[in-house]
């Protein structure tokens, strides 16, 4: 499951790829200074600051509406651990920690060490992900 949940990742951030890249023509924003910046100037970056919010927009669809696209195509659903349905604040934990710790390298290494159905964005707004149910 594991290798199905990094093939998800890699579909979902070639998408926010070249959505960043077209929002980024559109405003007239260089892709490039992305990646001549390093360090914490990037955090003054405006195309870093725009391809961390389109991220993490994008991710709220994990929550939202079962999986995002890459989870969908792979046949992953996320599911909320607790019995009510999950809401805004769910998703939002649940995208502002996935961006923010994939961003940092922790997220990727406690997936690769931990549980194939629940990483650390799961774990702390209580989701896990699942193979979808195929109903016959």
Known sequence: MKAQRV?????DAIFIGILSSVICMITGLEIQTLWT?????????????????VSALYFLTDVMSGGSPGKKV?????TQNAPEKAGFSTAITRALVKVFSIHLIVGIILFLIGDANSSLHDKLSGTSVQKKAVIA
């Open 74 to 78: 792979m046949g992953l659903v996320v």
């Open 37 to 53: 910046s390093g360090g914490l100037s990037v955090l003054y970056n405006p195309v870093a600051i725009l391809s961390l919010g």
């Open 7 to 11: 093939l998800a990742y890699l579909i």
